[in-house]
Structures are given as C-alpha cells and as structure tokens.
C-alpha cells in the first residue's frame, strides 16, 4: 500500500486537530509548523478534508479548523478516502484486465489481492482518530520508540496485536501471534 504525501500530510493534520480539540480551533499555520507541512499545501488538504466533512473551517481571528464529528466516528478509510479517493493501490491491479488463460473471474492472483485490499480497508476502518490520538499520548507519556520498518528484531506493538486480531476474526483464523504478544504490550520498543 503506498500512500501520497498528501494522505499522509491529511492523517498527520487530522491527528493535530484531534489531539488540540480541547483547546480551540488549530489554525492552518499551527498545524503546518508543528506538522512540518507547507502551508499553502496544507490548506488544500483542509480544504478537501472540509468538503467532505471531516471538518469545520472558520475564517477570521477566532477562526480554525475543529472536527466535524467526534475523533471516535473518524476512521483513516475515511480521512484516506477523502483525500485520494482510493484506500489502497490494490484497486489499480484489480483494474487491469487478467490477460492469462483462464480468465478474470478464476485467477488466484486476483484472489490474493483482493484479501490484501479486504485486510487493509479492514485495518483502516477500525483505526479512530480517537484510537490514534489515545496510542500516541500513550507513546509519548511512555517514551515508547516505534521502528521504522519490520525488520529480524521487531517487537509486536499493541496497535498491530489488535488489527491483527480483527484481521484473523475477519478470516476465520486463529491468532498469528500467540506467543510474547502480551508480554511485549507496555514496553518500550
């Protein structure tokens, strides 16, 4: 899944607006610094975000931008959805024609990346704005370090331990990860 700067820069000013909501409107200008967004790129982003009604913008000196709704009625499927009218670049694959013999409607391929795009729509539909907001404060009150990439000594991260469980409820399996998952929640990473 790839995702544009543009949904990337939506989550991280969505993420702002949720985690000041009890301070006010954030203006454009306070996202933008503590984002480390552009802000005449920013404000297109706010733009889209209201347009959809994710948020309210109010012009003038005690202007902002507040969330529409409640953080917890707010999924990334639909700040992401706003923004780049996909959730995921599986639709692109699924859009070619199956050139292979037998066809569209028979190739496990096909199969493959439909659950992929099942799997992450799933993940992106669960995912709050109200959960993000409660796991970074907790990141950040327990100085909690998150790698950059899946590597040989990842650690499993609460986060993922529960998309994983909804994933697996979502299939009709049993949990990938039995072992060390609860033991790991909690530390630093």
């Not at 790839?2 to 301070?23: C, P, V």
């Not at 917890?72 to 995921?88: F, K, M, N, P």
């Not at 899946?150 to 399996?173: E, M, N, Q, T, Y």
Request: glycine fraction near 6%; proline fraction near 5%; charge should be neutral.
């Amino acid at each position: 899944m790839k995702i544009s700067t543009k949904g990337e820069y939506g989550i991280r000013a969505m993420l702002f607006i949720a985690m000041h909501a009890d301070e006010g409107p954030s203006t454009s200008h306070e996202i933008a610094t503590h984002q480390g967004i552009p802000e005449p790129y920013l404000r297109q982003i706010l733009a889209s975000l209201a347009k959809h009604q994710l948020i309210q913008s109010n012009r003038g000196p005690q202007g902002g931008h507040m969330l529409a709704r409640p953080a917890s009625q707010i999924s990334l499927h639909d700040i992401l959805y706003a923004l780049e009218g996909q959730v995921t670049s599986v639709d692109q694959i699924l859009a070619q024609p199956c050139s292979i013999d037998i066809g569209t409607r028979h190739c496990v391929i096909r199969e493959v990346f439909l659950d992929v795009k099942r799997s992450v729509e799933t993940i992106l539909k669960r995912q709050s704005l109200a959960d993000l907001v409660r796991r970074q404060n907790e990141i950040i009150s327990c100085n909690i370090e998150i790698p950059h990439d899946l590597g040989p000594s990842f650690k499993s991260l609460p986060v993922i331990d529960a998309v994983d469980a909804v994933v697996d409820a979502v299939r009709g399996s049993t949990p990938r990860r039995t072992e060390g998952a609860a033991a790991d929640r909690g530390k630093t990473h």
